[in-house]
């Protein structure tokens, strides 16, 4: 590792877009603690270019900090020397899960020892918001810079002249997430069971609304009474009083409202003409003009 400069300019960072993606998955794949690795790249005058990552394996990873063991270096100089040996280690990543992109206390110490060199950048991944940041020197000072280029095979170059710290945020339609096994993921149910749920629902209300009007609201129902035969049989269907006392019977004429089954009058109150076998009561006083006998006889 190199001594710093006094250069007070931020370092120019190009990183390749590939390279993005894989620090993005590798953060996503915790996304409760830390999770580290160094970037490989190479320095081209005031800035450098990141071509390459390289995951930090069996790191001491915890909530709120991870570091580096033997065993991590190890595992990264393996990797270096077989798939990188022309290339150099210029700066690290690590990710802050739910917690925004910053240099805490602990990562401001890990870069100052192990990545002090001035072109040596530390970049930060939140995988909760999908926000993320390069730092790196100026002059003594770790600042967050405030241009980084991204370079995508795919899609060409794109740069960041913003003038302001930029976050390249946004998930790559070809990226692939990988979830963390002992996350608790949540997943809606299926389209079918959402409609059969729907149907079901409006049934239930129809059948109920049904029911409170057959309690609520009854509607009259018509029988015909035979007195004098004793039979009772239903009205059709349809059949009415209406406002003016008559009641209409689908099929017949309108009847008077004396002629409604309620209305019948007993065999008892049946006026005697009504029956022709028994004889018409005669009134006080009068004659019948059959027991009258002929003027001509002559009277006893």
Known sequence: MGKRKSDQRQPRVMIEGEVLRQIRQHARSNSK???????????????LNITARIAGLNAAQAGTYVTFTQDTWEHIYKIKDKDYPDERIVGWYHSHPGFGVFLSDHDTFIHKNFFSAPLQVAWVYDPHSDEEGCFGWSGERLERLEEIHIKDDKGGEEAGETGKPEPVGGIENDEVVVEDPGQDTEHGPPAWLRWTLAICSHVLLMALAFVAAWLFFPRPVFF???????????????????????????GFSEAPASSRPDRILPPAQVPPSANPAEPVPKPNGAKDPTDQQDQNVPRK
């Not at 603690?33 to 800035?47: K, Y």
């Not at 015909?224 to 689908?250: E, K, L, M, Q, W």
């Open 33 to 47: 603690t830390e999770v580290c690795g160094v970037l490989i790249g190479e320095e081209n005058g005031s800035g």
């Open 224 to 250: 015909f009474v035979d007195p004098y035969r004793g039979i009772v049989s239903p009205a059709p269907s349809g059949t009415h009083i209406n406002s003016d006392g008559t009641v209409t019977i689908p």
